[in-house]
């Protein structure tokens, strides 16, 4: 079997439609994947370059240089596009207007140089490795807290081949071309662009579907571990974590504190503002809570309206300042409602010990601070109480 360039483009067609359809299936299903649908359409585009180069064959020649150009370039615009829109609300994207330009210069400087083989086949691939720096700028994230994603290093490995395979080629162009010959584009260059962008976009797209797929897993996690009105973590989460800092705080020989916190009086909160505004005081409640604690300290909502606070490394001294301190803060100032001040106050019962390697110890330490709560319920509110 003899494989012509005919052969060869319908077979990269082929390849590059199966890799495109999967994912514009799934992008135009499940709305909730960020960017997909736009990645999709770039591979749509890119699949459609392959008959555009076919076309020479037919002499038509100007129509496919015109073709190819504009739909590889448009490929690179709607994958930078895809990963802006992914990175949204996460890092500073690139204006889309700095992304389109490229592809216009480059379809200037095509018309510009039709006839002229050597200077528009290095200038363009002088612009097209400016768009897929940009596509890397993009991928890398400037500015991005969040980099831990595989799929994220995947697709910064695919645009840093991109970028380069272009740059090599560029450089090539200018130093191997035989500047006499019609067409310049030596077959190594064009035999190695031709793997390199086909591998590239694999790659890339893998990387990207990855992307999508750890950030979905992400999302998953954090809505079964968080509360989502006070973006505390929930109970279950918070017996997750207990056993290890029980475990911490034995072998280092530390108190650990435990403030179980509970607004006082809630209800009245909810009859007089109504639910929504009962929500929003929890809301500022949390966060007051939460400003007032170390990192390595771990809040959860623990039932309707109240917290469990527990705290690595402190003593009863320490934790009954520190609650003490957090029940000022919910004191005042009042909780600024869209049409009222709320007026809010805050019971905590504080334990702190080491806990024993009993199987229930921390749950013992949890009742005793439940019990200080009540005492502290019992004894007017508005106030700290200690077991
Ligand atoms: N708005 C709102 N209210 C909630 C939520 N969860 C629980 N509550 C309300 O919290 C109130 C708790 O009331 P109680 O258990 O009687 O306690 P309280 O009124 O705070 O009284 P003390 O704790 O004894 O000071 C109830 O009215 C619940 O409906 C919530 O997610 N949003």
Same mark, same amino acid.
């Given at each position: 079997m003899t494989l012509d360039l005919a052969t060869l483009?319908?077979?990269?067609?082929? &390849?590059?439609?199966?890799q495109a359809l999967p994912i514009v299936f799934v992008a135009l299903r499940a709305r909730l994947h960020r960017g997909? &649908?736009?990645?999709?359409?770039?591979?749509?585009? /890119?699949?459609?370059s392959y008959p555009a180069f076919g076309l020479r064959a037919f002499g038509w020649t100007e129509v496919s240089i015109l073709a190819t150009n504009l739909l590889s370039g448009l490929t690179l615009v709607l994958h930078t596009l895809a990963i802006a829109s992914f990175q949204r609300h996460r890092a500073q994207p690139?204006?889309?207007?700095?992304?389109?330009?490229?592809?216009?210069? /480059?379809?200037?400087?095509?018309?510009?140089?039709?006839?002229?083989d050597h200077w528009r086949n290095i200038l363009v691939a002088s612009i097209?490795?400016?768009?897929?720096g940009m596509l890397l700028y993009q991928a890398w994230g400037p500015a991005l807290v969040e980099r831990r994603l595989t799929g994220r290093r995947v697709l910064i490995a695919g645009c840093a081949g991109l970028v380069l395979t272009l740059v090599v080629r560029t450089a090539y162009m200018v130093w191997a071309s035989d500047w006499d010959a019609v067409y310049n584009v030596p077959g190594q260059v064009q035999g190695l662009t031709y793997f390199a962008v086909m591998a590239v976009l694999l790659v890339n797209s893998m990387g990207f579907v990855l992307m999508q797929m750890e950030f979905a897993l992400e999302q998953q996690h954090a809505l079964a571990t968080h509360d989502s009105l006070t973006g505390l973590y929930n109970r279950s989460a918070l017996q997750?974590?207990?056993? &290890?800092?029980?475990? #911490?705080? #034995?072998?280092?020989?530390?108190?650990?504190?435990?403030?179980?916190?509970?607004?006082?009086?809630?209800?009245?909160? /909810?009859d007089t503002y109504?639910?929504?505004a009962g929500d929003a005081v929890l809301r500022e409640v949390a966060l007051r809570i939460?400003?007032?604690?170390?990192?390595?300290?771990?809040v959860a909502r623990y039932g309707g309206e109240e917290f469990l606070a527990v705290l690595p490394a402190t003593d009863q001294a320490g934790a009954l300042r520190l609650a003490e301190h957090v029940r000022k803060a919910i004191e005042s100032p009042p909780v600024r409602l869209a049409n009222a001040m709320v007026p809010i106050t805050l019971s905590v019962g504080v334990h702190a010990g080491i806990p024993d390697d009993s199987p229930r110890a921390?749950?013992?330490?949890i009742g005793l601070s439940d019990e200080a709560l009540y005492a502290a319920k019992n004894a007017g509110r508005n106030r700290v109480e200690w077991r």
């Open positions: 483009l319908a077979a990269t067609m082929a &390849a590059a439609t199966a997909l &649908a736009l990645w999709g359409l770039g591979l749509v585009v /890119n699949a459609l690139v204006r889309s207007a700095l992304v389109w330009l490229p592809l216009a210069v /480059n379809m200037v400087v095509v018309l510009l140089f039709m006839r002229d097209q490795s400016v768009m897929a997750d974590l207990l056993p &290890a800092l029980g475990a #911490r705080a #034995r072998r280092q020989g530390e108190p650990l504190a435990f403030l179980m916190l509970d607004i006082d009086h809630f209800k009245r909160v /909810n109504g639910h929504l939460r400003q007032r604690l170390r990192q390595a300290d771990v921390l749950d013992a330490q």
